[in-house]
């Protein structure tokens, strides 16, 4: 598989495409918490490897054409990579991302073989932050931009808790609830009340093309 990896680099959809010290590159999550290795949270790290791993021997499987088509995307897509510099990505790194985005937002859905033939028909366009009806919850108001379909998704995560408000120097984000795309409103429970927590809220396509967050900070209900 590391032959398939060799030109993967920056980040998209939640994945980080690195290279090791030891030379060849590899891929990993984004992000990488230190977990009890028997905790749910652990168990959703694992199997975001594997599911990176599937998609990578998937993208061995594609037709030559259908490769060419993402190579064909993906230079038309360029990405901004950790030092803010932008670049160029692979065939491979659209084409893992989107479809792990795709799978980790509808674990139903099946592989797209071929890469996206339009933009996202919508975007968030701002963002409300109200307490929601219950203790340790935070009710999210957004609008959107564009013309939202059912089909698509509104991804909502979560950092925190934290005890005051402000911006911290690093930032540990959480998908906390995937809704329709023509949802406006969602409540995220199960808080820790009277702690502060960031909220933000991004419209995803099914074929996995994500829009930029639009996020804001609130205290959640006591």
Known sequence: MSGMLGSMRGSLGGLAFTKSAAGPNVVMPRTRPRVDPASGAAYAIYTNRALI?????????????????????????????????????????????????RIRL??????????????????????????????????ADWTTKGTPKEQDWVEISISGPYVSPGRTRSLKWASAKVTA????????????????????????????????????????KS
């Open 53 to 101: 791993a599937y998609l990578a021997r998937q993208w061995g499987e594609l037709e030559a054409g259908e490769r060419a088509a993402w190579d064909k995307w993906a230079a038309a897509h360029p990405l901004r990579d950790s030092s803010g510099q932008i670049f160029a990505p692979s065939g491979i790194n659209m084409f893992v991302g989107l479809n792990h985005t």
């Open 106 to 139: 509808d674990g139903t859905a099946e592989l797209a073989p071929m890469p996206p033939i339009s933009m996202t028909p919508a975007i968030i366009g701002g963002l409300t932050l109200s307490d929601g009806l219950v203790s340790g919850s935070i009710k």
């Open 181 to 220: 795309g023509n949802d406006t409103q969602e409540e995220v429970e199960g808080l820790s009340p009277a702690m502060w927590y960031w909220v933000r809220v991004r419209y995803v396509g099914a074929d996995g093309q994500t829009t930029p967050w639009i996020g804001g900070q609130k205290k959640a």
